[in-house]
């Protein structure tokens, strides 16, 4: 399985960067907004630079997304995919919902290691 390249600590977030994904586990408690999706991308493209990758959410911790903001994500065109990561019934059924808003691969997984096999698989695919 592919190595973790750097992790980088944020006010909401913690974002482990691999070679072709981004894990990110978002702080209890967090609503995030907009200002915190434009903080996400200009830190994963600037470390991606011009290389497409897959973004992995690590539900462990109870926060909530506005689903639209899968709307404002169509713009970043590196990005290829959405996986959400969660052995939370009601957070699964929670990402369910959010995929119908997404117009990109967006799978949802109860473990890591799915989600990272399924970002690997993706991003050789593409």
Request: charged share 25%; aromatic share 12%; glycine share 2%.
């Amino acid at each position: 399985m592919t190595q973790e390249v750097r992790t980088e600590e944020l006010s909401f977030t913690t974002l482990k960067f691999y070679p072709k994904f981004v894990i990110s586990t978002v702080k209890e408690d967090i609503q995030i907004d907009e200002e915190h999706i434009q903080t996400l991308k200009e830190i994963i493209v600037d470390h991606y630079k011009k290389q497409p990758f897959i973004y992995l959410a690590n539900r462990i911790n109870s926060y909530s997304v506005n689903p639209l903001i899968y709307v404002n994500l169509i713009e970043l065109n590196l990005l290829k995919g959405v996986g959400i990561i969660s052995e939370d019934i009601q957070r699964l059924k929670t990402a369910n919902f959010e995929k119908q808003f997404a117009s990109f691969p967006f799978e949802i997984f109860q473990n890591n290691d799915e989600a990272k096999a399924w970002a690997e698989r993706l991003m050789t695919a593409s």
